[in-house]
């Protein structure tokens, strides 16, 4: 396995750094390297929050890098952002629920996710993140979505535990929304 | 020990903990901050000591002060706070006793930002505070170095009674990457026999930077740098990456040795002989090595996120026999892998002679690249 880098980006709030922490834990529980690094400048609830995944089989050199491999997109600044630096043949995950255009790169595998409708149906909107990691698990195979649930068991903070089993949901969802539609 | 994904800052402060820190002061700054917090949720129920002080000022004497008594302290900020710190780390210095000193740096200079910057080369590595007096720098680059260094930084300190600073960039503080833990230590219960701890049923000690009269100074300071000598002869610490049958040396620290070893792996892949020595101890500096290298190397790139601080230290020790190069991004801006392997690319196909001073010719590159990103 090549190295796969990530960068998973939205609005503070969105649950984009946990999303990347769930995706490291899950690599280091698959015996993978891993790093995550946020952004961690001076943004809060509602500002723009995005962390970078970096998973190889080998020692990882840079945490940061300009083209990454995946991005995870959860509203329209990320994918006006993101859009132009996956590199051919890269995956972009966009959530179709808070923009309302077209992907233009007909270079890469995108897909468009109504991820907070569909977090909508599951019960919570906070869900979203989730969605996008299952989604994500379909498009690039890196991680299986087993692996991703077992790490989300394991490292969900106590105070939401009972969510789990609609975070599972909101993973399968996404999942199964990329499968049909790609 | 399974591994675990820990937080840079997090396992720092566990890491000290675990090599039996017993006090520990400090006061908030980013990117520094969770060192601090998560000290503080630690090490009262341990029953060690935890203070945040109403300034840096104070926290760097009280770590004097308990550095004096025998223990293991330590204090850990970013760039800023460690500037209000020189003055005691310099008098921690002058009274010969060990303490560790922890800067996740940022940019600056002044209040500068929050983000990862190695602008405090100079600072951390010629001193810093006032006085002849030679700090041991080490600045890992990946967790779990981190949680080795500072084992390591308090067995320096207490080895040669000296300060030791562990520099990082606000990117390792914030990273989080698997590492493993060491298992907690036991604390010493032996108190150093230069220790101020009560003097009852034996003479007294006397610890003091004062030595009023230069004779006496003078032999102290003679002291300190025979010392010096002793832990550049016997404490250089690096890494090498790919530099067997290097042609290009690219030397950097910390993330962006990280970064430049990202962009060797590339380079490698289109055919170009380049190599990382990345030194874990910035001081002393892996001086024979480099040297070594100078004789099988055809061309030097330093990478750094400041101006070109360890480019001069670098040059030194060349002495022109290699031309070297210099990319370098500051203000809290970290280089990204594809902008040095342009560099690496752009070293490997230059013939030219080296220059005297390697910046001369990056800072119009620099400009270049920062229209461009525009």
Known sequence: ????????????????????????????????????????????????????????????????????????????PSVDKYEDLVPKGGVLVANSSLFNREIKRKDITSLLIPANQIAEEIGISRLVNMIMVGAMTRLKPILPLDAVKKALEEHIPERHKNTLPMNFEALDKGFAFAEKTG | MAKELLKGNHAFAEAAIRAGVEAFYGYPITPSSEFLEYMSSRLPSLGRAFVQAESEVSAINMVYGAACAGKRAMTASSSPGISLMMEGISYIAGTEVPAVVVNVMRGGPGLGNIAPSQGDYYQM??????????????????????????????????????????????????????????????????????????????????????????????????????????????????????????????????????????????????????????????????????????????????????????????????????????????????????????????????????????????????????????
């Open chain 2, 125 to 374: 590595i010629k001193g810093g505070g006032h006085g002849d007096y030679f700090p041991i720098v080490l600045a890992p680059a990946r967790v779990q170095e981190a949680i080795d260094s500072i084992e390591l930084a308090f067995d320096l300190a207490e080895k040669y009674r000296s300060i030791v600073h562990v520099i990082v960039d606000g990117n390792m503080g914030q990273m989080m990457e698997p590492a493993e833990l060491p298992p907690m230590k036991e604390i010493s219960k032996e108190v150093p026999d230069w220790a101020v701890t009560g003097a009852k049923g034996r003479e007294p000690n006397t610890l003091t930077s004062i030595y009023l009269a230069p004779e006496d100074e003078e032999v102290t300071n003679l002291r300190l740098l025979k010392r010096w000598k002793e832990i550049e002869k016997n404490e250089v610490l690096y890494q090498e990456y790919q530099l067997d049958d290097a042609e290009i040396l690219v030397i950097g620290f910390g993330t962006a040795g990280r970064v430049a070893s990202s962009a060797i792996r590339e380079a490698r892949e289109e055919g170009i002989k380049a190599g990382l020595l990345r030194p874990i101890t910035l001081a002393p500096f892996p001086q024979e090595r480099l040297i070594e290298l100078t004789k099988q190397v055809r061309r030097i790139l330093v990478v750094e996120m400041n101006s070109g601080m360890m480019l001069d230290d670098v040059m030194k020790i060349v002495k022109g026999q290699v031309p070297v190069e210099f990319y370098g991004r500051m203000g809290g801006m970290t280089p990204l892998p594809d902008e040095i392997l342009d560099e690496i690319k752009r070293v490997a196909a230059n013939k030219g002679p080296g220059s005297d001073d390697p910046r001369d010719e990056w800072i119009p590159r620099l400009e270049g690249r920062i229209l461009g990103e525009k």
């Open chain 1, 1 to 76: 396995m090549d190295e796969t880098s990530i960068i998973i980006s939205g609005f503070g709030g969105q649950g984009t750094l946990f999303a990347g922490q769930v995706l490291a834990y899950a690599s280091m529980d698959n015996g993978l390297e891993v790093t995550w690094i946020p952004s961690y400048g001076p943004e809060m609830r509602g500002g723009t929050a995005h962390c970078t995944v970096i998973i190889s089989e080998e020692p990882i050199g840079s945490p940061l890098i300009r083209n990454p491999d995946v991005v995870l997109a959860l509203n329209l």
